[in-house]
Each structure stands twice: as structure tokens, then as C-alpha cells.
């Protein structure tokens, strides 16, 4: 077996717990495994920020601007220089197997949210074809849960890209197609400034959804 990210040959650590028992079959080797930061006490207890304690600046930013939107965002890893090669590599250049390495801890961080109803955050077509894939249907599907449709995007990424002045004024990229009578998490695989989430967030909850928190395997 070999590391998915560096392409080493992983060699199965044989200890006594191990002896009697099936080797468990890792998918990434120790040394990039140690690179990949995980999130075990979050700074900000709001968004899962590392260095911050309480609430966060953002958060209280948005505690003023757009008061009961998002519930919370969890994450799983920190976006550091080994997290940013990780996307990189996984979104750009579509490689699938990438995923799995990372899908016993997402699958962890999900625990006591696999009630709420998955939502993925949409492609435009575009994109979608250009990618071959979308990003955060495939987290909800490796945590094995159903990705739900609830939104569709007004334009494309690379009109809003050149439109980012508005964009920063608040424009809301996405359409509410439907929205839930329960809970709502939204998937994601990095959670930035946290305005994605809270614009599909805050048409969920003008549209009468009782919870919308947000989960990402980055922050
Ligand atoms: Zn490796
Ligand atoms: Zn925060």
C-alpha cells in the first residue's frame, strides 16, 4: 500500500495490539499524516478558528451584520500549508482517492450531525464539467451520507470572480429551490470568511428552516 499523497510505501506498524488482529489498512503515511493539523480544541467555539479564544473577530462581526443565520461551523483539519496542497490536488486535478484518506476523521467530526439533512453547496454546470466533480457532494458521500439539493447557483463562479466588488457588497450567488422543515448542515471543504455558508444559511432561514450549521474539513 502505498501513501496517497507522497506515493511512499507505507509499512503496517505491527505492535502487540495489533499482533492478533487484522492490520488496519492506512491510506496516508505518518509523515504527511503528521502534517495534516487536527482541529482538537478550537480557538473560536463559534467557527472552529485556531488562534482566538471565545468568540472570534469575524464572529462577532457577524453577530452584528447577520445576527441568527449560521449556528455554528465545525471543522475537522486546519487549512495549513499541507491542507492547501491537499485541495489543490483534489480539486484541481480531480484525484478521488485523495478523499479517502481523510474519511475516517470526517466521518468523527460528523458524529451527532448525521440526523441533519447533508446540503451541498452547487457548481454552476460550467464548473461542474470543467472539475468533473463537485466538492462537497463527494464529503457528504465519503462521510456515507445523502447529499441533498436544496440550492442552485444564479451565475458562474468566473462571472462572479470578475464581478467581486459586488460580490464583497453582499451578493447572494445562490437560489433557494426548496427549503427544510429540519435541521440543515451544509458541507463544504474549507470554511474561509464563512459568507458562503451564511448566504445559503440565510435564505434556509427566511424560508422558515428551524437550524443551519455548517461543517468543512478546513479552517
Ligand atoms: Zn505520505
Ligand atoms: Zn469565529
Given amino acids: 500500500m502505498r501513501c496517497v499523497i507522497c506515493f511512499e510505501e507505507i509499512l503496517p ?12 489498512e492506512k491510506k496516508m503515511c505518518s509523515t504527511c499524516a503528521s502534517k495534516n493539523e487536527k482541529i482538537t480544541v478550537p480557538g473560536c467555539t463559534a467557527c472552529f478558528r485556531m488562534d482566538s479564544k471565545g468568540l472570534c473577530r469575524d ?12 449556528d455554528g461551523n465545525k471543522s475537522v483539519y ?5 491542507a492547501k496542497d491537499f485541495v489543490a490536488r483534489w480539486k484541481y486535478r480531480g484525484d478521488y482517492v485523495l478523499l479517502e484518506a481523510l474519511q475516517e476523521e470526517i466521518q468523527k467530526g460528523l458524529t451527532g450531525d448525521r440526523e441533519k439533512q447533508a446540503v451541498y453547496v452547487p457548481l454552476s454546470e ?7 466533480f463537485n466538492q462537497s457532494k463527494a464529503i ?3 462521510a456515507g451520507l445523502q447529499p441533498v439539493s436544496l440550492f442552485q447557483r444564479k451565475h458562474s ?8 466588488r459586488d460580490r464583497m457588497e453582499a451578493e447572494n450567488p445562490f437560489t433557494l429551490i426548496e427549503t427544510s422543515p429540519d435541521p440543515v448542515l451544509i458541507v463544504d471543504d474549507i470554511y474561509t470568511t464563512g459568507r458562503t455558508v451564511r448566504h445559503m444559511a ?9 437550524s443551519v450549521s455548517s461543517f468543512t474539513i478546513f479552517r
Avoid: D, H, M
Fill in 157 to 164: 463562479e468566473k462571472q462572479s470572480k470578475r464581478k467581486k
Fill in 202 to 210: 440565510s435564505l434556509l432561514k427566511a424560508g422558515g428552516c428551524p
Fill in 13 to 24: 506498524e505491527v505492535t502487540w495490539s495489533t499482533f492478533y488482529k487484522p492490520v488496519e
Fill in 59 to 70: 464572529c462577532l462581526q457577524w453577530q452584528k451584520t447577520s445576527p441568527g443565520v449560521l
Fill in 140 to 142: 457528504i458521500q465519503a
Fill in 78 to 82: 486546519a487549512y495549513n500549508a499541507f
Fill in 126 to 132: 460550467e464548473r461542474e464539467k470543467e472539475r468533473g
